[in-house]
């Protein structure tokens, strides 16, 4: 019996690269980040040509027996240095979406502020994408699980194996949606 898999067409996703400078050998290369302030997913994409391949991700924490102040200087500090290190053209953040936890809501919001401003101060262009249009530029289904995003990462990233993290998964997927402007 054949697997059935559900979400976009790789070949048809592809033929939207994103315009970029034609003098630019690195291609376009997107940082993705989805924001928190315990863990905090990364993911770093390059589309050059018709390729579209992950350079990097992962998540990072800050310690919870910091302040909350110092929390967020952490966070400034990993942004800072994602953008020296990689040299991105655009960064993408997640939107933030939150039914329940108030509290929870607040210090995510805090930190996204200090990501959006780090992003700011590089001076690079800064998308934002809500979760629905993550999902959908992904999978096809913008209700779509965790588990249906990570693997279509592995599919249209061409990993090894699945994020193990579901906050390196999102932020993949933050990034390429970036790259295709959501």
Known sequence: MKKHFYGPDPARS??????????????????????GFGSIGYGIVRVKGGDVRALDYGCFTTPSGLSFPKRLMLIYEKV?????????????????????????????????GVILL???????????????????????????????????MKLLLNLPSLPRQDDAADALAIAYCGAFMC
Do not use: W
């Open 14 to 35: 592809l033929s939207r690269v994103p315009q970029m400078d034609r003098n630019d050998k690195m291609g376009l290369v997107v940082l993705g980040i989805d924001p």
């Open 80 to 112: 800072i240095e994602f953008v020296a290190t990689y040299q991105p053209s655009r960064i993408a953040i997640e939107k933030l979406f939150f039914e329940k936890n108030t509290k929870t809501a607040i210090d995510v919001s805090q930190a996204r």
């Open 118 to 152: 780090a992003a700011a101060l590089s001076g690079l262009p800064i998308i934002e994408c809500t979760p629905l249009q993550v999902k959908l530029a992904v999978t096809g289904y913008g209700k779509a699980e965790k588990r249906q995003v990570q693997h279509m």
